[in-house]
């Protein structure tokens, strides 16, 4: 009778769906799946468009959703998605697929809001944010989609996995699975917007181009706000001058969220609504986090949402998988390389073997689903470990000191010394030495070798490694500084000097590369709070310590490990005036040079400290 009742029931949404605009399908998913589209209603009136693909026989079928800002496109019953799931291997297992615009954007009703601010305690049916249209889209499946199984999974990349994560809050009972994979969290400290509080220039006048055009109704497409087109990155924003020209170029007051991030330029009420990290507690479904070394926008997001649902979670199925990857890399069909660096093996097939088991186990209780705590693949010796925790328990703090005659050391030093250089707003450093307009993800293992040659870049190298060094957890720059002026930025640069006889994946000798392994900038008036900026002392020594997101690298033996230091990262990130003012308010005549002092002597003892892993 329950085969019967479902047979009914698929019978009668293909009937409702042929009846919808569109015609026939010629896509070959038609023949295993029905597609409906609804506008669901939330629970203060606002409708939101959702594509539904169901399965056309009578199982009983869990349901697999991802909520996105990005469209769920195409638009029309007739026309189906190129494939369903998070991967090829979701292509022979059936689950009820469901794909929704989130509030405000694209076909759905509603203002969109910038990461919608969590509403913590909801007192009326208008008290809504991105977990009550999670809990409330669920529920609407779950009554009206009848051949589901009552169990729910929920995944997304990037600012989908900030609905991810905002599902996992007060998550409805039926929710079982939860993937947040480079998930948005904090965009002041360390996403996409500000790291540091250090404003991502290049990145956000591109996204929000094309991103934020204002809707007065709901559309299938955004235009983008101004044609620009941009060959040399770096001429263009330098040209640009100070940042606030930035809406007679191209934005003209119609970027909303463009207005909004240079408004908000502490971490003020506006960040802080946010920030969903503090919500992230009693967690119930299971979770898996996902990230990747060699993520330019949202490598902070991962590792942070992994690391405060376990705080906040006593007994939780929290579980992180780290790879060699660039943003969202992990769902491609082939990951073995990337610029000068080859990984051996097929990582993303790695991983998505592993994503399919999650949901397939939670989801329908089907295989096994035994992954580690923490799955980490080492950068430097191409190979996954699995940690109990992370980071790593075992391991060691070493410092590595920055010391005279421009060499990195485990000793601390005993005699006085500095080093100085000048920073110019008028001639930056580039973060990249290739042009190009957009933002080249190969920044993240690129050569520092042009930057060492700068003379506004400390270089600090140590001896040859003799016996392998695997670093695993966060790095932690350790400054002592001073400078004319009264505001600076601090670029840290963790480097693995290559040996001269070493090839890249192409069999070219890249012998002496110095190959990025993690860098990190802060806009040091922020040194104690970003909430309340500081301006220097002039010429006063003044402490400023910057925390490097997570790495797990290996310095094999004959390499050299590097560490650089600079005030500049252009265009990646926005010039810094040097001095002490709100910065998307300066003027050209604001910028100055300064000249910075970098100690080294037993009194301010600059370093900086790793974790060692006891292999």
């Not at 615009?101 to 601010?117: A, I, L």
């Not at 003012?581 to 400290?609: E, G, N, R, V």
Request: aromatic share 12%; net charge positive.
């Amino acid at each position: 009778m329950k085969y019967l009742i479902v047979l009914a029931v698929s019978l009668i949404n293909i009937a409702i769906a042929k009846a919808q605009p569109g015609g026939r399908s010629n896509s070959p998913l038609a023949e295993s799946y029905i597609k409906v589209e609804r506008q669901i209603p939330m629970r203060d009136g606002v409708k939101l468009f959702t594509a539904i693909y169901i399965p056309k026989d009578t199982g009983i079928y869990p349901i697999l959703m991802e909520r996105t800002p990005y469209s769920v496109r195409p638009y029309g019953v007739a026309n189906y998605r190129q494939r369903l799931g998070p991967s090829a291997m979701f292509a022979n297992q059936k689950f009820i697929y469901v794909y929704q615009d989130v509030r405000g954007r694209y076909m759905s009703e509603g203002k969109f809001e910038e990461m919608t601010p969590q509403v913590a305690v909801k007192k009326t049916k208008k008290d809504v944010d991105e977990s009550s249209d999670a809990y409330d889209t669920v529920d609407w499946l779950l009554k009206n989609i009848s051949n589901n199984n009552g169990k729910v999974g929920i995944y997304g990349i990037s600012y989908p996995g900030f609905y991810a994560t905002a599902s996992l809050i007060n998550a409805h009972p039926a929710v079982k699975a939860v993937s947040p994979q480079a998930p948005v969290t904090d965009e002041f400290e360390g996403d996409d917007a500000y790291h540091r509080g250090a404003f991502f220039l290049m990145d956000n006048f591109s996204f929000m181009n094309f991103f934020d055009h204002p809707r007065e109704k709901p559309w299938q497409a955004y235009p983008q706000i101004c044609n620009e087109e941009i060959k040399d990155a770096y001429a263009y924003y330098l040209k640009m001058g100070p940042i606030k020209n930035a809406n007679t170029l191209c934005f003209s007051n119609k970027s909303k969220i463009w207005n909004e991030y240079l408004q908000h330029d502490t971490k003020d009420a506006y960040w802080q609504a946010r920030d969903l990290k503090k919500h992230l507690k009693n967690i119930k479904p299971a979770v898996l986090v996902v990230g990747g070394w060699y993520d330019a926008e949202d490598l902070y997001g991962a590792l942070n949402t992994y690391q405060t649902i376990e705080k906040g979670t006593a007994k939780n199925n929290n579980k992180l998988i780290m790879g060699p990857w660039t943003h969202g890399a992990w769902s491609r069909p082939l990951w073995d390389r990337f610029g000068s660096l080859n990984f051996g093996a097929n990582t993303s097939g790695y991983f998505q073997q592993q994503e399919f088991d999650f949901f397939n186990y939670h989801l329908k209780g089907q295989g096994k689903y035994n992954t580690a705590e923490a799955t980490i693949f080492i950068t430097g010796k191409n190979e996954w470990k699995n940690f109990n925790t992370w980071p790593a328990k075992n391991v060691t703090p070493k410092k590595w000191y920055l010391t005279n005659n421009k060499k990195l050391s485990l000793i601390k030093p005993s005699s006085t010394g500095f080093d100085s250089y000048v920073s110019d707003p008028a001639n930056p450093v580039p973060y990249m030495k290739t042009k190009g307009g957009g933002r080249n993800n190969e920044y993240m293992v690129a050569d520092q070798t042009c930057a060492s040659q700068r003379e506004d870049v400390l270089t600090y190298v140590s001896e040859v490694v003799s016996n392998s060094i695997t670093i695993a957890g966060p790095i932690t720059a350790d400054l002592f500084v001073s400078t004319t002026g009264t505001d600076a930025d601090f670029i840290v640069k963790v480097i693995d000097v290559l040996p001269d006889t070493a090839t890249d994946a192409a069999g070219k000798n890249v012998g002496g590369q110095q190959q990025l392994v993690r860098a990190e900038v802060i806009r040091a008036k922020f040194r104690n709070s970003y909430t309340k900026p500081e301006p220097f002392v002039p010429g006063k020594v003044t402490n400023v310590k910057l925390v490097l997101n997570d790495v797990a690298h290996c310095f094999k033996p004959e390499h050299k490990i590097m560490v650089q230091v600079q005030s500049s990262w252009f265009p990646l990130v926005d010039r810094n005036p040097q001095k002490f003012l709100s910065i998307p308010k300066a003027d050209a005549s604001d910028f100055q040079k300064a000249t910075i002092k970098l100690y080294h002597d037993a009194k301010y003892p600059s370093s900086i400290q790793v974790l060692q892993l006891q292999d």
